[in-house]
């Protein structure tokens, strides 16, 4: 039995603002499929769009975009009998990347209508879930100017991350990690569910999508020439073995500190007050991967 098909669209995703060639490619990929297609008007419009497919009983809501067009998506889709698909065109494709889904739309349609669906833990913060990774130091700090900027792709966010990276000056935190107090002042605090921030960046090499436990990575606020030095090592997946670089397997960590936290969920900058939790949801999320994947 073919599976239906509802693709969501968000046509301000990646370079290529024209979608128009894309949508092409979907129809005449999908013209043996029962499918539909979306086209998203703004923030939030996603998940609206896809609860509304999940409710008409599509058995795949596939999310035509970034890692935000694909936690928008999930957002609706948490323990749904209906799967999430992706087509990745943003700028970094984190959650595709980890997966080891195709990053061209041609493979990735194949993938999408020829893959298996299985079962994936998802990570929530406050009020909001997450794929990948959420975090509450540089990186959220990053993903809070890329999102205020009109810049897209790989090359600007580099230059953003560049930049925040010499401005930045953490506060101290107590993070309560599964229970027990820590003391610290983090130059990065990610949690992470899967392996990549997205274009290779390795942050958790451990992480892995089904095993009940989210990877926090630490790392305290070391001078920016030892960031700097350590940033090949996030790129060949080897951060883990760096000696100022910690993990912890958990759970749940609540972080608390002065005035508000900034942090994101798979790039997507909030702001809440403090204290935030962060917890693992154990196979929360049905996704569609290559019949070859590991998972």
Not at 5 to 16: D, L, T
């Amino acid at each position: 039995m073919q599976r239906s098909i509802f693709f969501i669209v968000n046509p301000i995703a990646g370079f290529k603002k024209d979608k128009s060639k894309l949508i092409r490619l979907i129809e005449t990929t999908c013209r043996d499929l029962k499918f539909e297609i979306y086209q998203t008007t703004g923030r939030g419009d996603a998940t609206r769009a896809a609860r509304d497919a999940s409710e008409k009983g599509y058995d795949v809501i596939a999310a035509v975009g970034g890692d935000g067009t694909i936690n928008e998506v999930t957002t609706a889709l948490v323990h749904s009998t209906s799967a999430l698909g992706i087509i990745p065109t943003g700028s970094g494709n984190g959650l595709a990347r980890s997966l080891k889904l195709p990053l061209h739309p041609d493979d990735a349609l194949q993938a999408l209508k020829t893959g298996v669906v299985k079962t994936i833990d998802l990570g929530r913060a406050g009020e909001r879930y997450f794929c990948t990774v959420s975090g509450a130091g540089i990186d959220a700090v990053v993903g809070d100017a890329f999102d205020r900027t009109s810049w897209r792709g790989p090359l600007p966010y580099f230059f953003i991350s560049a930049r925040e990276l010499w401005r930045y000056k953490p506060g101290p935190m107590t993070l309560h990690i599964d229970g027990e107090a820590k003391p610290f002042t983090p130059f990065l605090l990610t949690c992470a569910n899967g392996q990549q921030f997205g274009n290779g960046a390795i942050i958790a090499p451990r992480a892995r999508f089904n095993d009940g436990l989210l990877d926090l990575c630490l790392v305290p606020n070391i001078s920016k020439w030892r960031i700097v030095s350590a940033v090949p090592m996030l790129f060949n997946g080897t951060l883990d073995r760096h000696p100022h670089v910690t993990y912890y397997k958990i759970k749940k960590l609540v972080i608390e500190k002065e005035g508000e936290i900034l942090y994101h969920v798979d790039g997507e900058p909030v702001v809440v007050p403090s204290p935030l939790t962060i917890e693992i949801v154990p196979q929360a999320l049905k996704v569609v991967v290559s019949p070859n994947s590991d998972l």
